[in-house]
């Protein structure tokens, strides 16, 4: 079945401190896209990263990196040097491209992070 | 500036009212969707369009209705037999309704009982 879990609830770190946030995820399929939102105080989802199942490099944007790793089945977040900016509520989702099924995201249930100044 | 318009901001509806979200796109989308959220739940689906006059049922559909007259709007009316609306509505789009594409979203709808 296809699932989603972000086990951390929520996080708190003190600014300039690196955070993971962790992403879990089942499949079925062997080609999946992966993805990141942002949901900051205002309340509408930003999209961060799109990751497919076929391309396991790591990416680095700035301060923000994911790792991704098939044979845990995680694709994980890291914000380096943390700022109050940060502050938001963070999404894993998952689609599978199946033609028999109809298209969906599945979104996990988020990480909300506080960047304490 | 290109996005997606979600109104009202704020909305209250009474015991047995039909109530109805709007959401306007100006990306040129071919999908648009449509969640809710609540509080340590995610993001759950109510329906989804992939082209005009055409729309399907989500995760959680029952109580609701939408249409898709035209490309831009796909407004979505919360009816009385929504025994629990209260939640925040996001409505999202993408260039095309396949998932792997990234979805644009607004910045949401908060409904609340009277």
């Known amino acids: 079945a296809q699932k989603v879990t972000q086990a951390q609830t929520e996080i708190s770190v003190v600014e300039k401190e690196d955070v993971t946030l962790d992403c879990v995820y089942e499949t079925r399929d062997t080609t999946y896209y992966l993805f990141w939102y942002k949901q900051p105080p205002s309340g509408e989802l930003v999209f961060l990263i799109r990751r497919n199942s076929f391309d396991e490099q790591n990416e680095i944007s700035g301060r923000y990196s994911w790792n991704f790793q098939k044979s845990t089945s995680s694709f994980n977040f890291t914000i380096t040097a943390s700022q109050v900016v940060d502050s938001a509520v963070y999404f894993c989702a998952l689609s599978e491209l199946d033609t028999n099924r109809d298209d969906k995201i599945i979104f996990g249930k988020g990480t909300r992070l506080h960047i304490l100044p | 500036d290109g996005g997606i318009t979600q109104s009202p901001k704020y909305l209250f509806r009474k015991e047995g009212q039909n109530v109805t979200l709007s959401c306007e796109q100006n990306l040129n989308h071919d999908a648009m969707y449509w969640y809710r959220q609540d509080p340590g739940q995610g993001l759950r689906l109510i329906y989804y369009?992939?082209?005009?006059?055409?729309?399907q049922k989500g995760d959680i559909a029952e109580g609701y209705s939408v249409s898709r007259e035209k490309k831009e709007s796909f407004p979505l009316t919360v009816t009385s037999a929504q025994k629990n609306p209260t939640a925040f509505y996001l409505c999202?789009?993408?260039?095309?309704?396949?998932?792997?594409?990234?979805?644009?979203f607004g910045d949401g709808t908060r409904l609340s009982i009277l």
């Open positions: 999202a789009s993408s260039i095309a309704g396949l998932s792997n594409q990234p979805q644009h």
């Open positions: 369009s992939q082209i005009v006059n055409d729309f």
